[in-house]
């Protein structure tokens, strides 16, 4: 793509494909920060619903988490615009305390908490969002700075799962009732389109100085990619390595499938032991032999969070003893889960309750 292509206004014909597996939803929630990105999205929808007879109701809605001071009169902006576009909107707020530290995953949290909540009021099943092919790049390097395996370095996905309850997001998503749907339409194009496709509308949108601020690793790393794009690496091909990272993603949780498959399927679907053979096990490929018991784990330990080191040095604690059938048995606990390895078998199940150390006579309780 030129450089006059990257910074093309998003046209009418692309709009109707970025939106066109939308068209049959009854109602379709639009995310709008009053960002450009997400300014350009609300725009984009509205023009692609007006060329429609029939069409998927649209809400957009503002979270508003009361960060800055001027968030409220964005909230505002973004009202005004959506009432020139035809969109009924609404504005949500962060209400209650807000965390010294974690600060922008506690709001992200939030937002997609209200944002679900809204959704279902609406009777959406969908809420888009304007995430770009830089916020994609930007999700690359970070997941890479924070040492992610495959699936994280796969970033976002056009389409991804969320539960109303939480604002769990991903595949921890498919284990509540009613997930709704996150839906990425804009994820393929650079920002500098849909600024463009602004000012060709003469629309303005707002800027959050958030956005910038080196308190945040994120904008930290906005900063580096100028240079980046300088060595070949802009955000264009980091979106492309994650796409194709995504692509072996989801062979491998193919495999996994078939892996847990050869189990009693019982196992999976009513809490009981999930038995493995163990040599059966290690000879399958480490990575599908890792996803296959972090399954398993996750399943009997009731969806505790499971960090990745943890299960590779469980995996290679497990590969040094292949050989259990010449020793005792063999246990470990993790993430609520009880790993047992004994007479060329694999157990996976719920870990046992702590209990309480007991007092000893004399001492005092604390």
């Known amino acids: 793509m030129s450089a006059a292509e990257q910074a093309a206004p998003v046209s009418a014909a692309e709009a109707k494909t970025l939106f066109a597996a939308l068209r049959s939803a009854p109602a379709l929630l639009l995310a709008v920060s009053g960002g450009p990105d997400s300014t350009a999205l609300m725009l984009l ?22 960060l800055r001071a001027g968030s409220a009169r964005e909230a505002r902006s973004v009202k005004a615009l959506a009432r020139r ?16 530290t ?15 909540r809204a959704a279902r009021a609406a009777g959406a099943a969908h809420i888009l969002t304007a995430h770009t092919c830089d916020d994609q790049a930007e999700t690359v390097l970070l997941r890479m700075a924070r040492g992610s ?11 991804t799962l969320l539960a109303p309850q939480t604002g769990a997001v991903g595949a921890r998503a498919r284990r ?26 003469r629309i303005a949108f707002c800027d959050d100085p958030s956005n910038r601020d080196p308190r945040f690793t994120r904008a930290r790393l906005r900063e580096l990619m100028p240079a980046l794009a300088g060595e070949g690496l802009d955000s264009r091909r980091l979106a492309v390595m994650a796409r194709r990272l ?28 999930i038995r493995l053979d163990a040599e059966k096990f290690i000879r399958l490929p480490a990575e599908v032999a890792l996803r296959l018991l972090g399954r398993a784990i996750l399943q009997a330990g009731g969806g505790t969070p499971l ?3 943890r299960l590779e040095a469980l995996y290679e604690w497990l590969a040094e003893s292949k050989f259990a059938r ?29 209990s309480k150390p007991a007092i000893r006579r004399g001492a005092a309780e604390p």
């Open 176 to 201: 509540s009732a009613g997930p709704l749907l996150i839906v990425r339409p804009l994820l393929d194009l650079p920002k500098a389109r849909l600024i463009a496709t602004l000012e060709a509308a």
């Open 102 to 116: 974690g600060l922008q995953e506690a709001a992200r949290v939030a937002r997609y908490g209200l944002l679900a």
């Open 246 to 273: 995504r692509r072996a993603d989801a062979a491998i949780e193919f495999a996994v499938g078939v892996a847990a498959g050869a189990t009693s399927e019982a196992a999976w679907v009513n809490g009981s032991p």
């Open 45 to 66: 929808a509205a023009r692609w619903r007006r060329a429609l007879r029939h069409g998927p109701r649209l809400l957009a809605v503002t979270v508003d988490h009361a």
């Open 149 to 159: 395996g495959l699936t994280g370095l796969a970033a976002m996905a056009r389409e």
């Open 326 to 354: 010449r020793r005792p048995r063999l246990r470990r606990t993790l993430a609520g889960a009880l790993i047992t390895l004994a007479g060329g078998h694999l157990t996976v199940e719920r870990a046992p309750p702590r």
């Open 85 to 100: 576009l035809g969109i009924p909107h609404r504005t949500l707020r962060w209400a209650g305390d807000k965390p010294v």
């Open 307 to 309: 960090r990745l080191g």
